[in-house]
């Protein structure tokens, strides 16, 4: 006979207890989330006019005095069911923005749209999964400065640990490598102000009276590629002035908006502050660009596929690339711990050495150690895009019932009491997220990304 594990015990444990059916609600009612959060407190509700109360709830009956909530983690690595919640509204606040819905009109579907693919400019040469073919290939075998090949005649598969490392770390330029990736949101910036002002140029008309003709809206998100360099997939739509509501100007086509998204692409830099240990850096878009227009027929660019395509990498980071990890480094000792490639490691001691700077310290290096030197969100998106997460949490929440009445008011009173599970909830837990997995891809079997994995 097997000893019972502390897991097993804790399991017969939650089993017995009187309240373990109302548990097991909250546990499904967070979907299975691996870390929920434990409240403790009260919600009174009451009609606004009369002060008569409408609902009343306390933990005060719950099992072990408290409610468990989802603790709605995005990355699927710290919390898979809460990842798998998020990446389904990052698709319909996508989806919105390319087909219409929630308050969006359903006339965006045919105005111009675009999905754009943005890179980090080459920091040094890696090597690259190519399948079946050489990954650097070379007539002349020379080497570097530092006596390493300049090619490599091997065949990389994408599982490949070497694909993405540098062919010689000491030829390989980490600085700006960790420079770009803190300025990234100031390159964005300066390619939509580009856009538009390129649009207005095309169109013959002021760059200051843009908005007086018509509006640019995206939603972009950030993922970390196999060189541990951050690219950027955007959908990029032209309305009227009036937003989605209002239909372009006879000017703004497809094709012209291709053409300035190109050109601003192209043409945009930062300069980062000079430093003595670094020297100056001018920051650009990487040469490899994709721009595609996005189609209401199904394919590869199609509403679907993008918000899909976009809603699969929402829930991840650069741990799932090899190249970072979840949480803030607060020490340099920190980083030899990290698992990771030497590379990605490389990059995190040169964010805690560059952040050391005081030419550097706005740019917070070392706070951002853990994201190689990368500042910005996963996702964003502009204003008039479409609808936001908190209206779809609002919405979901009408749904099941949660939201109070127009004309009451709630007053609530809640703390923090701690986090997790206990191995035994652990593990039903895991099974209860299971299921919901299993049912949530059975609702999407069929339909793929169609856009694949680049």
């Not at 009609?47 to 719950?62: C, P, Q, V, W």
């Not at 003709?213 to 309305?239: G, N």
């Not at 040169?350 to 500042?375: D, K, N, Q, S, V």
């Not at 895991?430 to 680049?454: E, F, H, K, M």
Request: proline fraction near 5%.
């Amino acid at each position: 006979m097997r000893h019972l594990t502390e897991a097993d015990r804790d399991t017969i444990r939650l089993v017995r207890d009187p309240k373990f059916s109302r548990w097991l609600e909250q546990v499904t009612a967070t979907g299975g989330c691996s870390h929920p959060i434990h409240l403790g407190g009260t919600t009174i509700t009451r009609n606004a006019a009369t002060g008569e109360i409408l609902h009343h709830y306390s933990t005060r009956d719950e099992p072990g005095e408290r409610l468990l909530v989802r603790c709605g983690n995005r990355r699927a690595t710290v919390c898979a069911p809460c990842s798998g919640l998020h990446a389904g509204d990052t698709y319909h606040l996508v989806r919105a923005g390319l087909t219409g819905g929630k308050t969006v009109p359903a006339s965006v579907r045919h105005r111009p749209r675009l999905f754009v693919t943005l890179t980090a400019t080459s920091f040094g040469r890696v090597h690259r999964a190519t399948d079946s073919a050489p990954c650097r290939p070379r007539r002349d075998p020379g080497t570097c400065e530092h006596g390493r090949p300049l090619g490599c005649a091997a065949r990389h598969t994408r599982t490949d640990p070497r694909a993405g490392q540098p062919l010689c770390a000491d030829c390989y330029d980490y600085p700006a490598h960790v420079l770009w990736h803190a300025h990234a949101g100031q390159l964005w910036d300066r390619f939509t102000r580009g856009v538009r002002r390129h649009l207005a140029a095309s169109a013959g008309i002021p760059r200051a009276r843009f908005h007086d003709h018509a509006r640019l809206s995206f939603a972009k998100i950030a993922e970390y590629q196999r060189r541990a360099a951050v690219h950027v997939h955007a959908v990029v739509r032209l309305d009227g002035p009036g937003g989605p509501h209002d239909h372009p100007p006879a000017w703004g086509t497809a094709d012209t908006l291709t053409e300035a998204v190109r050109t601003a692409a192209r043409l945009v830099s930062v300069r980062a502050p000079y430093s003595l240990a670094v020297g100056e850096r001018t920051l650009r878009w990487g040469s490899q660009l994709d721009v595609r227009t996005v189609t209401n027929a199904d394919g590869g660019t199609s509403d679907d596929a993008v918000a899909a395509y976009i809603a699969k990498y929402v829930t991840k980071g650069a741990q799932d690339a090899g190249s970072g990890v979840d949480h803030p480094i607060r020490h340099r000792a920190d980083i030899d711990a990290v698992t990771s490639t030497d590379h990605a490691r490389t990059l995190m001691y040169t964010c805690w050495r560059l952040g050391a700077l005081p030419e550097y310290a706005p740019l917070r290096l070392r706070a951002w150690t853990h994201t190689l030197g990368y500042r910005g969100h996963i996702l964003t998106k502009s204003r008039a895009y479409s609808t936001t997460y908190a209206a779809l949490r609002a919405g979901r929440a009408d749904h099941l019932g949660h939201s109070a009445p127009i004309d009451a008011l709630t007053e609530r009173h809640w703390r923090y009491l701690g986090s997790g599970h206990t191995p035994g909830a652990a593990l039903i837990a895991a099974g209860i997220a299971d299921d919901v997995a299993a049912n949530r891809r059975a609702l999407t079997d069929g339909i793929g990304y169609a856009l694949g994995s680049r």
